[in-house]
Structure formats: structure tokens, C-alpha cells
T-cell receptor, first 112, second 112 residues
């Protein structure tokens, strides 16, 4: 059974650009969550999607957005990138009722 | 803010049991105790979770005190591959919430 797949694994952007990250959950998982991990702030919750609807959001500015498609795949977008957005972005999926998140390997974003 | 307190770091000899403590004195009745670990720059890996009874799986055992204010994760025979940051998290997945609040975790180093 394939795990949570995140693409791209590594990317470099410059300030002011935007970036889109993709997450394919485990087959059958309908909930997808996104987390940001930085050395200073640790792992922080960004948002969660279920059945194409955002149903929970963390304390991040509006530059961070996401969406979920009908096949449960999810994308997150960060606009007007800042140096502080450099981080490991992690996606996790969950099958309703199991209450166990399975994380992907992450997308490491470097903003120059 | 994280609702758990863990030691910053611990060492354990290879082959010995690793006992990782966690305090969660403000845990609510419907909140579970979850343990995840993160090996450097990878996504967090689920280990085990429990509500009030002790739990065991192929990876570890979870001992929760009767008052549920603290717990201990036990890795029965630690190996070098168990070197990682271990996160203790309390969370409720009731309703629509699929959010984990990570603290700083415990850096476990297994020594040869």
C-alpha cells in the first residue's frame, strides 16, 4: 500500500515568488492535513481538508492557502514568499475513524 | 501551545529498554495520548496511542498512569535506528478536528 506522496521533495524559490506543493494521500484516506516545520517554531498545523472542504485552519497568514480535489489529492500554495517561509512542509492523511495521521516525507522549501 | 512536557534529550544503550516520560496534567477526558517520532528530516512516524489503558504494539508499549496526567513510552530493545525525536501529543479527534499540536519532543540517542 503506497504511503503519502509529496512532490516536489526539494525546491528553491526567491522572495516574492509563489510556490505550489502537492500531496497524494493514502488510497481511501479522505482527510489531508498540512504542517510546517522550522527550526525555530517546530511543527505547526497549517490546515486540514476533508471532502474538498477546509474544516480547520492554523494561525498562518492568508498567503498560505490550500485546496483538495475530488480524488482527495491536495495542494497548498504560498504566495509572495518570504525568507521565513523556508521550511519542511509536511502532509498527513487520515482515514475517518482511525484517528491516526500518516505523514509524507515532506517538501523542503528554501527561499533565497 | 503544546499540552505536554517532555525532557529535551535522553540517551539509551543499544539493546536496553528506552523509557520516555511525558507529563500531560491538563489532559481532558476525551483526549488520547499519541506518540510519534521523527528521524532527521523525515516525516513524523506514528508509534502508538491510548486513552487510559496501557497499550502495546509491535513497536512499543504505552503506559498511562491511572490519573492520566502522565505516560511513558517504552521501546523494549532500543536499536541505533531508534535514534530520533519523540513527540508526545494529546489530542481529540472528535467531530471534525484532525489537528496535532507538537511540542519540542525528546531527542533520544541510542548509543552503541
Amino acid at each position: 500500500k503506497a504511503g503519502v506522496t509529496q512532490t516536489p521533495r526539494y525546491l528553491i524559490k526567491t522572495r516574492g515568488q509563489q510556490v505550489t506543493l502537492s500531496c497524494s494521500p493514502i488510497s481511501g484516506h479522505r482527510s489531508v492535513s498540512w504542517y510546517q516545520q522550522t527550526p525555530g517554531q517546530g511543527l505547526q498545523f497549517l490546515f486540514e481538508y476533508f471532502s474538498e472542504t477546509q474544516r480547520n485552519k492554523g494561525n498562518f497568514p492568508g498567503r498560505f492557502s490550500g485546496r483538495q480535489f475530488s480524488n482527495s489529492r491536495s495542494e497548498m500554495n504560498v504566495s509572495t514568499l518570504e525568507l521565513g517561509d523556508s521550511a519542511l512542509y509536511l502532509c498527513a492523511s487520515d482515514v475517518s475513524g482511525a484517528n491516526v495521521l500518516t505523514f509524507g516525507a515532506g517538501s523542503r522549501l528554501t527561499v533565497l | 501551545d503544546a499540552k505536554t512536557t517532555q525532557p529535551t534529550s535522553m540517551d539509551c544503550a543499544e539493546g536496553r529498554a528506552a523509557n520516555l516520560p511525558c507529563n500531560h496534567s491538563t489532559i481532558s477526558g476525551n483526549e488520547y495520548v499519541y506518540w510519534y517520532r521523527q528521524i532527521h528530516s523525515q516525516g513524523p512516524q506514528y508509534i502508538i496511542h491510548g486513552l487510559k489503558n496501557n497499550e502495546t504494539n509491535e513497536m512499543a508499549s504505552l503506559i498511562i498512569t491511572e490519573d492520566r496526567k502522565s505516560s511513558t513510552l517504552i521501546l523494549p530493545h532500543a536499536t541505533l535506528r531508534d535514534t530520533a525525536v519523540y513527540y508526545c501529543i494529546v489530542a481529540s479527534f472528535g467531530g471534525s478536528a484532525r489537528q496535532l499540536t507538537f511540542g519540542s519532543g525528546t531527542q533520544l540517542t541510542v548509543l552503541p
